[in-house]
């Protein structure tokens, strides 16, 4: 057990749909990561935030969007979902900038099917 | 940009022996860190190791070790003593150190099963 938790397991929406994906670090752990694991484009930096601050973005489509809550917990937000949205999408911590490692410690994943 | 590669799809290998997984890297920082990872087939993302870019010693976590080749850009894995468990895939990453993006960038993965 990482500590990282993440609901829900499993999603199956529609296309055109809105969904929120829920995180929530390792105790003490002021970073959060989201990755997406497709297939095709194997795994993803979608985007970090610090301490409730945007620190960084990857891939991350417009359609998407985060945040990070005064308790630490992160939510990312999927709208006008498309088939090739689905995928299982992670969430990781760290102590990174903390004067902690840097290592990532990932949840259990959201697997997201867009029918 | 930073890239990863790990040219070996997949492999397989007899239970108690050893299996080496090859990585490489491209960057032009000097400072950051490398890890594997295993994902089993629960998908879980598990650390299996983690090595500092400024540390010459290799690093050692039980039956998993790595050789790491600064010079070369490489970061090899050793499982010794594999077991059925060691089934999975497995991720080279790395991360740029302070200053510098934390993002993990993650190779194609390697699939290895053991095999009894």
């Known amino acids: 057990d990482s500590g990282v938790t993440q609901t829900p397991k499993h999603l199956i929406t529609a296309t055109g749909q809105r969904v929120t994906l829920r995180c929530s670090p390792r105790s003490g752990d002021l970073s959060v990561y989201w990755y997406q694991q497709s297939l095709d484009q194997g795994l993803q930096f979608l985007i970090q935030y610090y301490n409730g601050e945007e620190r960084a973005k990857g891939n991350i489509l417009e359609r998407f969007s985060a945040q990070q809550f005064p308790d630490l917990h992160s939510e990312l937000n999927l709208s006008s979902l498309e088939l090739g949205d689905s995928a299982l999408y992670f969430c990781a911590s760290s102590a990174a900038g903390q004067g902690g490692s840097y290592e990532q410690y990932f949840g259990p994943g959201t697997r997201l099917t867009v029918t | 940009a930073q890239t990863v590669t790990q040219s070996q799809p997949e492999m397989s290998v007899q239970e108690a022996e050893t299996v080496t997984l090859s990585c490489t890297y491209d960057?032009?920082?000097?400072?950051?860190?490398l890890f594997w990872y295993k994902q089993p087939p629960s998908r879980q993302m598990i650390l299996v190791i983690r090595q500092e870019a400024y540390k010459q010693q290799n690093a050692t976590e039980n039956r998993f070790s790595v050789n790491f080749q600064k010079a070369a850009k490489s970061f090899s894995l050793k499982i010794s003593d594999s077991q059925l468990g060691d089934t999975a895939m497995y991720f080279c990453?790395?991360?740029?150190?302070?200053?510098?993006?934390?993002?993990?960038?993650f190779g194609k993965g390697t699939k290895l099963t053991v095999n009894p």
């Open positions: 990453a790395f991360i740029l150190g302070q200053g510098g993006s934390e993002k993990l960038v």
């Open positions: 960057t032009s920082e000097s400072n950051y860190y």
